[in-house]
């Protein structure tokens, strides 16, 4: 009789757990396992999307604001990146590893690394959903997914990375790639290209091209080789002040500048690249190459385009002015991914991350948010491996210079901040949450003017 009663209960034990969703794997030992119907759900009082500079940051900030055990960063890769050093990494200045650290050490303490990768936003019922099947309710979110590299819109890209004299500094993959092409480089062509789209860090593509040229004239090449760098932009550079200095940069050292061509194709075993006239729909043209740095097209994340936070070009819509989402008010983004009409650098993220953490306090208070990002934004434009150009400037593509001395020159100075000072700068501070821009730094050194 209690054998009965035990084969009964038995039944309905596993009748109970099937309707739960849970079903018996046909093994040598019993085990169960969640169907995709019972989906893992947590809440976060700030959800925080994306690793990078600028989720980092902002879990930091958040961190201080609402306290350990409240704050959540969504980021699925195990290495973090400080990304500018690949322009000195690409020119054998730097080491690789140097730019790297594990993203465990830099998430702060206290807030929870969710490793996942984002499949949904649903900021209609205030979760995302993961590609392990959570999800992830939040009473704040902060978008910091940065931007995707698009290398496959260039055809013959990017199998042709494989192969030697083709390099680039936006890939972790193929930075040191530009160094070996450098090294190798005996006489002929040394293309650089930028695209027809938005970048992040637009003095980059340009960067490596003055670094070449140096290393040219340092290993007695210059003679044979042909530096072009050719832009889908009608300007060097969308400052005008550094534009005029870096004009003359390029006259003097006998660099060839084409404007408005984008690369559309390299054909890797006859070593040429083509390019389409931007202002002649239809024509293209062909370059021969001894190396080639290319830019890649980029674009915001799949994820992203397809969520309803995005303006009509596929960016996160926000406030330019506070950040805060334009539709909703309890989504916020910063950085690469957000449509702000500013260079996407570090240092922009630096600043934003100020007002961002500020206005997100105000609107935890419920109060309107009074603090305003002027668009600030820094690109120190390296023209050698000892010479730097520090431009900063803001929403109108004005200079806002922290240093009370004409930065629209090449200085040694300026050079070893962005080589020496900078990195530390970002993984002790920045990181942490502790800098928000030059801003005090110029006031102070201003005597409190702009």
């Given amino acids: 009789m209690a054998g009965h009663q035990t084969i009964g209960f038995a039944r309905q034990a596993r009748a109970l757990l099937h309707k739960l969703g849970f079903q018996p794997r046909n093994t040598g030992f019993r085990e169960f396992h969640v169907s995709p119907n019972c989906v893992s759900k947590e809440h976060h009082e700030v959800l925080v999307v994306g690793g990078g500079t600028g989720g980092i940051t902002m879990s930091a900030r958040m961190k201080r604001e609402v ?6 960063v969504i980021e699925p890769s195990e290495k973090h990146y400080y990304q500018p050093m690949w322009t000195l990494v690409g020119a054998g200045a730097k080491p690789l590893n140097r730019s790297s650290r594990s993203t465990a050490s830099v998430i702060p303490s206290g807030v929870t690394w969710i490793k996942s990768r984002v499949q949904e936003f649903d900021p209609d019922k205030n979760l995302v959903r993961t590609d392990d099947g959570k999800e992830i309710s939040y009473k704040y979110l902060i978008v910091a997914l940065g931007l995707q590299l698009q290398y496959n819109k260039i055809k013959g890209l990017p199998d042709a990375f494989n192969g030697p004299k083709i390099g680039s500094n936006y ?3 193929f930075v040191e790639k530009t160094w070996r092409a450098l090294q190798d480089f005996q006489e002929g062509n040394a293309i650089f290209t930028f695209p027809n789209t938005p970048v992040k860090c637009a003095g980059a593509p ?24 050719n832009t889908s932009l009608p300007v060097i550079f969308g400052v005008k002040k550094y534009a005029d200095v870096l004009l003359e940069i390029v006259k003097a050292r006998n660099i060839d500048v084409n404007y408005r061509l984008n690369l559309i194709e390299v054909r890797s075993d006859k070593q040429e690249a083509v390019f389409e006239k931007l202002d ?12 080639l740095h290319v830019t890649p097209p980029m674009g915001p994340h799949d994820v992203i385009q397809k969520s309803a936070l995005v303006d009509a070009e596929g960016w996160v819509d926000v406030d330019k002015e506070n950040l805060q989402h334009k539709k909703y008010s309890n989504v916020f983004g910063i950085g690469d991914c957000t449509n702000l009409p500013t260079s996407r650098t570090a240092a922009a993220i630096a600043a934003q991350s100020a007002i961002l953490s500020k206005t997100i306090s105000m609107v935890m208070k419920n109060k309107k948010p009074t603090h305003k990002y002027d668009g600030y934004t820094s690109c120190p434009l390296v023209t050698g491996y000892n010479k730097c150009v520090l431009a900063e400037f803001d929403y109108n593509a004005e200079p806002l210079e922290t240093f009370p001395f004409d930065q629209g020159k090449e200085r040694r100075t300026m ?21 928000g821009g030059p801003g005090v730094v110029r006031k102070l050194l201003h005597l409190g003017m702009k």
Avoid at 67 to 72: D, E, K, S
Avoid at 213 to 222: A, I, P, S
Avoid at 415 to 435: N, S, V
């Fill in 280 to 291: 002649h729909p239809g024509e293209t043209t062909t370059f021969q190459y001894e190396m």
């Fill in 171 to 173: 890939s972790v993959n």
């Fill in 67 to 72: 306290g350990a055990g409240n704050v959540a």
């Fill in 415 to 435: 050079f070893h901040m962005k080589a020496d000072i900078m990195p530390p700068l970002y993984w002790q501070a920045l990181l942490k949450g502790f800098w």
């Fill in 206 to 229: 340009q960067k490596i091209m003055y670094l070449s040229e140096h290393y040219f004239r340092k290993t007695g090449k210059r003679p044979k080789a042909n530096i072009i760098y």
